[in-house]
Structure formats: structure tokens, C-alpha cells
């Protein structure tokens, strides 16, 4: 059974940093995406971040180039999210996603497979 764990989520003033983590069990990824999604109230889940094995990246929202770091540790089987300057829109649910395929398609949630429960991230100015 595939489990998709995310930690680290939390409440934060603007400008400060988190790191997410999503531990991964009971699926071989190493010939996938793994990505971050994030769902704020009111509004459809989008892609943050994503990273692939066989793709050039890892890849970034326009909104968090440049302050988010996506990276994997195939040995502990965990995909992290580092998260930095952080700003009151970035106040979601953030989602840990696996894809089976090649490909790396932030821009459709529906092209991932699994999905981890959610953390919640806030944000306040």
C-alpha cells in the first residue's frame, strides 16, 4: 500500500522559513515525479514544485522560484520541500503527490497518482 506522509508543516511570521517532508513507503519512485501541490481556501490545488528522475529540473511555480528548494533522498525515501521568505499568500494546505510516469506535470493535480493527507502552512504578515 502507498503511503505519501507529509511533516514540518506549521504557523510562521512573513519572511521566516520551513521545511516540509514527505515520507514515502510502499511504492519504488525512483522512475517518477514527485511533487508539492498546495490547496488554499477558496481556491484550486496548484503545483509549487516538482522533481524527476529522468527530466531536467526540478521544476517551480513562478510565485515560488527563487524561495523554494524541492529535493529527494532516494536512501531515506523522503522528498523535502524547503521553504523560504515566506509570504501570507503562501498560506495553504501543502500536499505531497507521486506520479508513476515520466513527467512532471505541475499544472494537473489529476496526472498524479497518490497523495499524502496534507500539512497545513500559515503564513502571517
Known amino acids: 500500500q502507498v503511503q505519501l506522509v507529509e511533516s514540518g508543516g506549521g504557523s510562521v511570521q512573513a519572511g521566516n522559513s520551513l521545511r516540509l517532508s514527505c515520507a514515502v513507503s510502499?511504492?519504488?519512485?525512483?522512475?517518477?515525479?514527485m511533487g508539492w501541490f498546495r490547496q488554499a481556501p477558496g481556491k484550486e490545488r496548484e503545483g509549487v514544485a516538482g522533481i524527476s528522475t529522468f527530466l531536467a529540473g526540478p521544476f517551480y511555480a513562478d510565485s515560488v522560484k527563487g524561495r523554494f528548494t524541492i529535493s529527494r533522498d532516494n536512501a531515506k525515501n523522503t522528498v523535502d520541500l524547503q521553504m523560504s521568505n515566506l509570504k501570507p499568500e503562501d498560506t495553504a494546505i501543502y500536499y505531497c503527490a507521486a506520479r508513476r510516469y515520466v513527467g512532471c506535470p505541475l499544472q494537473s493535480s489529476s496526472a498524479f497518482q497518490y497523495w499524502g493527507q496534507g500539512t497545513q502552512v500559515t503564513v502571517s504578515s
Open positions: 510502499g511504492f519504488t519512485y525512483s522512475h517518477d515525479c
